[in-house]
């Protein structure tokens, strides 16, 4: 059944076709985007060749089982629905109706087709970590409540506002780009295509990146130093590592939960309570890591003064680290001497200058590899002894073919330039990040004093130790 009421576009789902279908979900029920474990893919057996009475439509909330990720032998993607008329609306619409516009436009003017809620509508996944987007329909739940999942045409998904692009105004265009969208969130790693005619283009090295290292220098920086920028930099580097983020529930602990978003300090029973949690939810820190109530409220302490909010997602790993660089930067009462201090001191420091090392030495293994890999696109020939271009040119200057000779020699000299500028993309990025990196430790570290104000400051010393004598 059909209608023309008014409704959000973000409420609705769309087919390429751009007809909407009221599938009825919020994000309390069913938090999108979302992964799914399911137990089978039947890649020989579509959707449409099959009667609705050949296959068991599932409960569209997902279940235990289903958001047990780590438990399934394949994980989707939850990008839209399939109502049970789907096959049929794809081949009965009117693509007349709907040339030149958009989502947008139809409902800034309103007048969408809207599917009403079907209960025989299948949820669509597509799997993870695929190079394309293939779509499957869960269907036939087991026992334990996984389903399996049957082919189905991109022309009978409707998908959720996340992977779609509403100002698009032609069809083939959706579904290029709106199937790009979704492999994007199936496969985020990002890949380099190479052509497979002519190999030795495979000139790309993919940076090696120490993560852990500069986490740690910015922990230490704030230790040393107590500049917030350090700690921001901390949660942006956890939270471009972690891009299981937008997956994660909504958090049930509140003591924790509140050390996160927390602007006033918490008191010791909300510490000891946010304690408690931490603990229960990863029972291994008792024996690896001895975290207090202390630590806890120095953290929460430093983030209430910063104002700096953590995503409750990244809270164990800030903790951990936080707590294994303060002790190894802390103080004990009863070294106060001053090489005590100085080694002190030396500590704090080791934590930027030993992630610092770790990155040029990256850096230099990039270059390394890089320049390794630009000789070798060249076959045998070294670098070093290749010609210039006006050698190249007068080497085929004899040919019958002059200007094609030419051309030739263009293209291979365009080709190396061309080389040489995606390697150097990439070193140039590492090679700001790391000047910024050096920049925020410097920041927050304590700043050196002049030396004429040291030796101001000796001489009144000296002279009140004269007096006193």
Sequence with gaps: MTSTKSKSIDQLAFNVSLLAYDHGLNSEDAPLPQRLGFREIKRNTKLKDLMANEYTVPSVQPTAQELSIDHTPF????????????????KSTDHKTTKGKSIETLGSKGGITILDKDP??????????????????????????LCSGLNVVITEVFFFPEFRNDDLTSTWRRKSEWSELVRKSSNPIEKITFSNYYDKTKFQVAPKRTLVNELSRFVGAYIE????SALEAAIALIDRVDTDGAFTPPPKNDALAKLTLSRIKLTDDECKAALTQLLALAPELKTDLDISCEDLQRINAGLVNSQTVIPYTH???????????????????????????AARELDGLSLIIEGQQKKMQDLQDYIHESITALKDSQGDSAIATAPTLPQVWTKYGLSRDNDSAKLYAMGVHRHNVQALSKIMEPLKEMLSENCEHLEKPKLS????EAPELQ????????????ENE
């Design 445 to 448: 570290l304590p700043g050196a």
């Design 225 to 228: 130093g107590g500049d917030r």
């Design 455 to 466: 030796d101001e400051q000796e001489d009144e010393a000296n002279d009140e130790n004269d």
């Design 75 to 90: 994980v989707g993607i939850w990008v839209g629905m399939r109502p049970s008329t789907a096959g049929s609306t794809a």
């Design 315 to 341: 809270l164990r790993a800030f903790i951990v680290q936080f707590v294994h660089d303060s002790a190894k930067s802390a103080a004990s009462p009863d070294e106060q001497d001053d090489l005590g201090e």
């Design 120 to 145: 025989k509508a299948l949820r669509v996944v597509v799997p993870m970590h695929k190079e394309t987007a293939s779509y499957y329909a869960l269907v036939d739940p087991d026992a334990s409540g």
